[in-house]
């Protein structure tokens, strides 16, 4: 990836974006096939809401576990890209998973955060993300390289359309407000597992059929 | 065809399970460390068979393995006692709901003469938070089992897609000369 993408800026000086916009600018990017994790609360409603992929897998509960989850596809399906989306209140409780994920060194790999610095869904309580935690550096000094804070909506179109075409894995953070997310995911947990897995040619027994990836 | 026997004689609990692993296709291998199934870590990581993840948490080992399997990738999650019992809200907000054939390994620590407090008290946790989940759970206590019950219970987690974990008793493992 250009070094020029991952000119670091600080979170103070990163933009403060719309969570529901920013999934469908990611979403109308992806055009083959990749897998999309989408973690527990407004970030997989806004992901439901920017439609509802086969390769969409929604967490209805389990915070902290769309990146590993995300990570479990991408060891199984190395030609597919797979991004995971996660919020900053969940990733707090996961934070090991960033040091897993630079140990692996998956080049399939893209975590985004929406870091709104809150428990929106819970009421707005403040994550410590409002105050000291800078989820970049602490991705950077899990040995995640490629980790960035989108500087605005351009940049973050940007990152999402180089990680297609370059190596992974790629940290994405992006601030986000607190409007409410754009639509409700339908609750229905084997329903959501296997519509993904047929996304993924996948059976039910874990054996795979081809997917020839993006190339 | 399962053998109510184990294979070759003189093979250890851990040799056992590498090959049942193999024959079911467990090539994916996450685990939090414990003593007792160091052997068996030692034995996967030196196998280029299975690719072998070592992450900070057990939840996280879950996660893993879950999106393996949806992936295509069958794997397995290693733990002792103690890490089974940080996982009771991913079994059941994530396992149990998407009805994930999550394949766990659990050394049984904290009884037959265990010195640790925390390990004794929190192993009296385990059998009733897989029970109250209805995870299906069996200990494997000699060696003549160890093909029968880790081979049945694979194959039936991926055939009901439900949860197994295999516990590892000490009557097993802590008769092993090291």
């Not at chain 1, 929106?120 to 989820?135: E, F, K, M, R, S």
């Not at chain 1, 601030?175 to 754009?182: E, M, S, V, Y």
Request: include cysteine; aromatic fraction near 6%.
């Amino acid at each position: 990836m250009q070094a020029q993408l991952l000119n670091p800026v600080g979170r103070e000086a990163a933009k403060v974006m719309n969570r529901s916009d920013l999934t469908r600018r990611l979403v109308a990017k992806l055009k083959h096939e990749e897998a999309v994790v989408g973690g527990i609360g407004h970030t997989h409603f806004d992901l439901w809401a920017a439609g509802q992929r086969p390769q969409n897998f929604y967490m209805l509960g389990t915070m902290g576990l769309a990146a590993p989850i995300a990570v479990g596809v991408a060891l199984a399906q190395p030609q597919r890209k797979v991004f995971a989306l996660e919020g900053d209140g969940s990733l707090l409780m996961q934070l090991g998973t960033l040091g897993t994920i630079a140990s692996l060194q998956l080049k399939n790999l893209v975590v985004i955060v929406w870091d709104n610095g809150s428990y929106q869904i819970t009421g707005g309580q403040p994550t410590l993300t409002a105050t000291n935690v800078d989820l970049v550096a602490i991705g950077k000094g899990s040995g995640l390289v490629q980790s960035v804070w989108a500087r605005d909506e351009a940049h973050f179109e940007a990152l999402v359309e180089a990680t297609l075409t370059s190596d992974g894995p790629l940290f994405i953070c992006a601030r986000t407000d607190n409007a409410p997310p754009a639509g409700v995911t339908e609750r229905d947990a084997a329903k959501i597992r296997n519509k993904f897995m047929e996304g993924l040619k996948v059976n039910t027994r874990g054996n795979q059929q081809t997917y020839a990836g993006a190339a | 065809m399962v053998q109510e026997t184990t294979g070759p004689t003189g093979e250890t609990w851990d040799e056992t399970l590498v090959r049942v692993f193999k024959a079911n296709e467990i090539r994916l291998i996450t685990y939090v460390p414990d003593k007792v199934l160091a052997p068996l870590i030692k034995r996967l990581h030196a196998d280029d068979y299975f690719t072998v993840v070592c992450p900070a948490r057990e939840e996280e080992a879950v996660g893993i393995v879950t999106g393996a399997y949806m992936g295509g990738l069958r794997g397995i999650v290693l733990m002792q006692t103690s890490g089974f019992a940080t996982l009771p809200n991913a079994l059941a907000s994530l396992t149990v709901p998407y009805q994930i054939p999550l394949l766990m390994l659990i050394s049984e620590r904290g009884t037959l003469g265990d010195f640790q407090l925390g390990q004794v008290i929190v192993c009296r946790t385990m059998r009733p938070i897989l029970n109250s989940l209805n995870i299906e759970n069996y200990a494997i206590e000699r060696q003549d089992d160890v093909e029968f019950i880790a081979d049945r219970m694979i194959k039936q987690a991926y055939a009901t897609q439900a949860a197994a974990a295999m516990i590892l008793s000490p009557l097993l493992t802590a008769r092993v000369k090291k």
